[in-house]
């Protein structure tokens, strides 16, 4: 755990609340409103500022009353467990901060978006695809972010085809970027009546949702449009629109490879919107690749392993023998049922801490 000070060092308390200071005169300019998506942007910082200030103002309240705790038991009365219970709060709400203040890249403040594509395999891969997507939504739920369905094509006999979410909130991009690559799973499959031990994957990609800070000049000739009638799933809340929009672009990439990505939409109630929607996915997903790129020759350059190659096998769940392993970081856990409930912080807090510690 890193030491901390309020004035300067990692975290510094001081500048924060200056910056507070500054975006709050922003606000009350009489023009601030005149330019809504800029008015966006400069309120989206000055909550995380002041969300990153209130979380140091209660470590500070939780030190007060441990030193309170401390002058009882220097009197001779027994507050130990009153001790040990304020000391885990301290902890745990240090770790949380620490874990956030790492979160500095130009993206990480950003929505994410989330598609989910299963592997080969049919049905199994299917539901396996329908897992992952319960575990997000569970594991957003738990830590008050907004999930909106872009996209949900139901699978054949069970699960999904493909998903794509878009998840709204202070760092959403920041955390779900750890998630971005290849979930391996191992279990006896429930569609095999042989009750034989299958293998299915699915692929998770995670983007940060652009806006219009961010320039992705795409030609629109490489640009196919398919239109089809939305289907949403059955309690998944997609609207039921008349008309869904795919966007199919083909394209270089900055590496000379030729890149093929596929955005579609189905949530809004025109095609118009539905177009614009996945326009937006469209390029969000371009410039993370693209980023990708860029990572992985900074690395080759410097001659260090790149933190995640797109596309790679990242974690196994192996159900029989109640084990979750991430093979990035090597953290592992034998809690299955709670990971897939959505309890990714653990496996989100390590990849965060082994990227931070690479050469930038």
């Known amino acids: 755990m890193s030491v901390w000070t309020r004035s300067g060092g990692t975290f510094d308390y001081d500048k924060r609340k200056v910056r507070i200071i500054e975006l709050t005169e922003k606000t009350q300019d009489p023009e601030f409103w005149n330019d809504p998506d800029s008015a966006q942007k400069v309120m989206k910082q000055l909550d995380h500022e002041k969300s990153l200030v209130g979380s140091w103002d209660e470590l500070d309240s939780l030190r007060d009353s441990i030193n309170v705790f401390l002058e009882f038991e220097e009197m001779g009365e027994d507050v130990s467990s009153e001790l040990e219970a304020e000391y885990g709060k301290l902890r745990k709400q240090l770790e949380a901060l620490e874990l956030r203040n790492m979160l500095n890249g130009p993206d990480d403040q950003r929505d994410a978006v989330v598609t989910f594509n299963p592997g080969a395999g049919g049905t199994e891969s299917q539901d396996w695809a329908q897992m992952l997507y319960r575990m997000y939504v569970r594991w957003c739920e738990k830590n008050d972010f907004k999930v909106s369905v872009i996209d949900y094509q139901d699978g054949d006999v069970a699960g999904l085809k493909s998903a794509t979410i878009e998840v709204q909130g202070i760092n959403a991009y920041g955390f779900l970027k ?10 006896v ?20 949702l652009i806006d219009d800070s961010i320039e992705v000049n795409i030609n629109e000739s490489d640009v196919e449009l ?35 990505v596929v955005a579609e939409c189905q949530q809004e109630r025109s095609q118009l919107q539905n177009r614009e929607k996945a326009m937006i996915l469209l390029k969000s997903r371009i410039y993370e690749i693209e980023k990708e790129i860029q990572e992985a020759e900074k690395a080759r350059l410097e001659g260090t392993k790149g933190k995640n190659e797109w596309g790679s096998q990242i974690r196994s769940y192996v159900f029989d023998d109640q084990r979750v392993k991430d093979h990035r970081t090597n953290h592992e856990t034998s809690n299955v049922n709670g990971v897939m409930d959505g309890d990714l912080d653990e496996f989100i807090k390590a990849y965060l801490l082994s990227i931070s510690t690479q050469p930038q």
């Not at 289907?231 to 590496?255: F, H, M, P, Y």
């Open 178 to 187: 750890a998630e971005s690559g290849v979930h391996r799973l191992v279990r």
């Open 189 to 208: 499959s429930p569609f095999d009546s042989n009750a034989r031990r299958h293998t299915s994957f699915c692929s998770v990609f995670v983007s940060p």
């Open 226 to 260: 398919q239109r089809f009638h939305s289907s949403g799933a059955g309690g998944q809340n997609v609207n039921k629109v008349e008309t869904g929009v795919r966007l199919i672009w083909e394209g270089e990439l900055s590496d000379g490879r030729v890149g093929r």
